[in-house]
């Protein structure tokens, strides 16, 4: 069974996909219908099928707002552009970039196979939803767009585009002002409520992280979107949210270099993060969210000029 489907923030704004991976809707003045996110393959045919179940004329979905290259972010492209072939896809040169590199993207298909056994396993996702695999694992970005852009929809309904460094190197954060919608993805990291942590993802460095939340932080918004899990609503809630973000990132920033002091390899450090982000997101393999966590102890170690 389905356990999770469409959940309806504003009137105009909705969440598809799944709660682990999800894909945002907008619902413009002007009739477009604006996804952000790419998410994972399994939550792009989950999305086609809410998009049908919402009325929405499959010529109305028109573009796709890519937030970085990262595979869960991007692989829900693939079914979405085969239903939706007018669909635009759009995202930082750096993210086409990346999503041009066969390797990388070859390694992050990788995990969204494993990402879809994990969301059947836990109830998330039915058989139906697992889609055919493309020969490729590239997709492909079809406009660029950058920090001071605009995805115009109409009169005063538009998103601006903002570079948001530190999770990665190609992140963007789009705002609809007069909306105060806020789609940030990874680039302030996750709060993972099931276990009381958020799972940081400071992977392109700390201290840009650190910026970007004073930035992001600055917008007025009722409406917040991390990658993963939760949605924010409420300014009170919102502005929780960033205070809550920057304890988290000092707090996972001075765990690390504390451990490290105290003699524990960057290895073992990983290992028992990626351990308890995964008890609270049991949706990326295990090993991968180590990975991960290893990438934030040498930015930890970095900037902090200590020699690992
Ligand atoms: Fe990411």
Known sequence: MVTDSILSITDDFFRLGSQPF???LYCAGNGDAVLLEGSVTVSGVMCIEQLQSLGIEPSAVSRLLITHSHGDHVFGAVPLRDTY??????GSARAQEKMADLKLMSMFRDVDDQSTELLKQAGIVESRHVYARDESPLVSVDTVIAEGDRVELGPDDFFEVHFAPGHSDCSLSFYHPSKKLLVISDAAG????????????YFDGYAQ???TVDRLSRFDADVLCPGHMSVIQGRDAVQAFWDDARQA???CHQHIIDSFRTGRTRREIAEAMGLGVYEGYPYTPL???????SMLTRRSLEYEEIEY
Do not use: G, H, S
Not at 190 to 198: E, F, H, M, Q, V
């Open 22 to 24: 999800p894909i945002f």
């Open 209 to 211: 992280v650190l910026e």
């Open 249 to 251: 990132l000092a707090k």
């Open 287 to 293: 090993k991968f969210i180590q990975k991960t966590c």
């Open 85 to 90: 072939p007018e669909l635009e896809i759009m």
């Open 190 to 201: 996750t709060p993972l409520t099931a276990c009381n942590r958020w799972w940081n993802l």
